[in-house]
């Protein structure tokens, strides 16, 4: 079966069909040339943004369509970046979010800096059925300095829980098994058998 992924973020579209090898489902992107203009993601919870995009992936494509929102809650910052994470910077970029991420944390000890990665999956398969609807969490911490090339987004500051590894330094068949998308996709496989 063949998904249209509502996302311009091709890391994503790479992780999710590594996710899905074995389970007869595959991920296109909604549009190979890029000159899709996605809604704004004016949702308050990585849920209703991730609706927001599943249905205006199917609504232009009539297809299939999965909607993800997913970004990293930390504890000493009351929550944020939540549904703000990819734009927490003026210039929304990995490096710059980041950057700033460090900066706002410089005073906050090591026993504080607990964090998670969310995710939330919706996927409409048809307009009369309702969506299924998945989230997927990874526990950790934000670590005082960058490390790893591997991976985007803040994982070269995060490190999953009981690991000595930042996420930007796993492998990828090591992170799909513990991270907050394939723990939300697990979840949605379930509900799609």
């Known amino acids: 079966m063949k998904i249209i992924l509502a996302t311009q973020n091709s890391g994503k579209l790479k992780e999710f069909n590594a996710l899905a090898q074995g ?7 909604i549009a190979r040339n890029g000159n899709v203009i996605f809604p704004e993601e004016t949702g308050k919870s990585f849920f209703e943004n991730a609706l927001i995009k599943a249905n205006y992936a199917f609504s232009l494509t009539g297809k299939a369509a999965m909607g993800d929102d997913s970004g990293l809650e930390v504890d000493a910052l009351r929550g944020k970046l939540g549904v703000h994470s990819s734009r927490f910077s003026k210039e929304s970029t990995d490096a710059s979010n980041i950057n700033k991420l460090l900066k ?5 000890k090591e026993k504080n800096r607990t964090a998670r990665f969310k995710c939330c999956l919706v996927l409409i398969t048809n307009k009369n059925n309702p969506p ?3 989230e997927g969490l990874l526990e950790g911490k934000i ?3 960058i490390k790893g090339n ?43 058998n």
Request: charged share 20%.
């Open 132 to 134: 299924l609807i998945a």
């Open 150 to 192: 591997m991976g985007f987004g803040y994982d070269p500051v995060f490190i999953p829980k009981g690991s000595s590894l930042h996420m930007a330094e796993l492998e990828n068949h090591q992170k799909n098994l513990i991270s907050h998308r394939a723990n939300a996709f697990k979840l949605l496989l379930n509900q799609l």
């Open 104 to 108: 706002e944390m410089e005073e906050v």
């Open 143 to 145: 670590s005082k300095e």
């Open 23 to 29: 389970s007869g489902l595959e991920f296109i992107p």
